[in-house]
């Protein structure tokens, strides 16, 4: 079913092994395997095979969905870190994972993510947009614009900051910042200020298809991307957060996944 993997590892001991293993079996079967260490990334050999094994933790899995901009590339997640939201737990050593993989024997959910244009540059993301102040730990004032067939909304605050999540991205830094959870796989757009001077100034959630919300900041500021630092933006500079038919088309084992208790036990400091 898939003759060319690419292979993104966490490089410690455990996960080298475990892409060793996997990589073997693939070229025992006849596949092309091409190996990227996750801050060794590259873009066009990744985005040119038609399954991308992730074997780390969820920043790897942030970093590997963040080369996938424009691709049809299957993304199947092996947990091998700290994080593991976006990970199912798989039981099966890794010649059986290879074999089901390339029998067809698994179910694909599909990731929405959002679109982020500063000008003409657009981005795709998985989980989320931070616009901070770029003085840290002095507030200033943020304004949201929110377009959509029924809406037409304007929303001034002063706070740290404002953030803009997908639905996958409802249980990182969102979920930190007092926003909702949601199920992953629905196509919403989640809109939580970062601690508000405005008391009780609640989340806002929204279609992501047909909505489309412009930022901006009183100062400069930071805009942050899956948690990478990606730009500083000037006074009153605007970017445009939108839906994106970009999906990211995870493979899995298993039917359903226990997401709240995933998400809970992800967040567990001292086991």
């Not at 405005?198 to 930022?215: C, D, E, M």
């Not at 948690?227 to 500079?237: F, P, S, V």
Request: glycine residues 8%.
């Amino acid at each position: 079913m898939f003759s060319k993997i690419a292979l993104i590892y966490k490089p410690t001991l455990k996960c080298i092994e475990i892409v060793k293993e996997l990589s073997n079996a693939f070229s025992a079967r006849g596949c092309e395997t091409l190996l990227f260490t996750v801050d060794d990334l590259l873009p066009a050999e990744v985005g040119n095979s038609q399954l991308v094994i992730v074997v780390g933790g969820d920043g790897t899995f942030l970093k590997a969905s963040s080369v996938l901009q424009e691709t049809s590339a299957f993304i199947l997640p092996v947990h091998c870190g700290r994080r593991g939201a976006f990970y199912e737990i798989i039981s099966k050593p890794p010649f059986e994972i290879v074999e089901e993989v390339l029998k067809g024997e698994f179910i694909v959910q599909y990731y929405p993510r959002l679109r982020a244009c500063r000008g003409s540059d657009c981005r795709v993301f998985v989980n989320e947009l931070a616009v901070t102040s770029i003085d840290q730990g002095k507030i200033t004032g943020f304004s949201l614009v929110i377009n959509t067939p029924g809406i037409s909304s304007r929303l001034e605050f002063e706070g740290d900051g404002v953030l803009i999540a997908s639905s996958p991205g409802s249980a990182a830094y969102n979920l930190s910042a007092g926003g909702p959870l949601v199920d992953a796989w629905n196509s919403l757009m989640i809109i939580t200020p970062l601690n508000p001077m405005q008391l009780n100034l609640p989340s806002i959630i929204l279609p992501s298809f047909s909505t489309r919300v412009r930022v901006s900041c009183r100062g400069f500021s930071s805009m942050f991307i899956d948690g990478e630092r990606t730009a500083t933006l000037t006074r009153g500079e605007e970017v445009i957060v939108m839906g994106s038919n970009s999906y990211l088309r995870v493979v899995r084992f298993k039917p359903r996944r226990d997401v709240v208790k995933n998400v809970i036990e992800s967040r567990t400091i001292f086991s």
